[in-house]
Nanobody, 124 residues
Framework: QVQLVESGGGLVQAGGSLRVSCAVSGRSFSSYGMGWFRQAPGKEREFVAGMSRNGVFRIYADSVKERFTISRDNAKTTVYLQMNNLKPEDTAVYYC?????????????????WGQGTQVTVSS
């Protein structure tokens, strides 16, 4: 089992950029596909981005395509979400999560464990 800790959230103006990180501890990081989800106040948690365990395949929610980029550094056992051209509607708590095995997923039921989340606030 791995443990996930997010960091890098904060307050940024609309149009700005931010990179959030997810440090993964435990065994066999390279055997896990990874994903980012977010939850805005009063809304359900939603998928943002996902990456296969080999780093070859990536998928994004339509709302963040061309603005967000997911990446991973297996040597540092860390996953990143680079967020550019941020909008107020991107304000949410951002969570990273892991899933074992091959493939790439965008639904919560494939993922576990989860990190505790990091707050991203975009001001207008």
């Amino acid at each position: 089992q791995v443990q996930l800790v997010e960091s890098g959230g904060g307050l940024v103006q609309a149009g700005g950029s931010l990179r959030v990180s997810c440090a993964v501890s435990g065994r066999s990081f390279s055997s896990y596909g990874m994903g980012w989800f977010r939850q805005a106040p009063g809304k359900e948690r939603e998928f943002v981005a996902g990456m296969s365990r080999n780093g070859v395949f990536r998928i994004y929610a339509d709302s963040v395509k061309e603005r967000f980029t997911i990446s991973r550094d297996n040597a540092k056992t860390t996953v990143y979400l680079q967020m550019n051209n941020l909008k107020p509607e991107d304000t949410a708590v951002y969570y990273c999560a892991a899933h074992q095995g091959p493939g790439i997923h965008n639904t919560e039921n494939y993922f576990g464990p989860w990190g505790q989340g990091t707050q991203v606030t975009v001001s207008s």
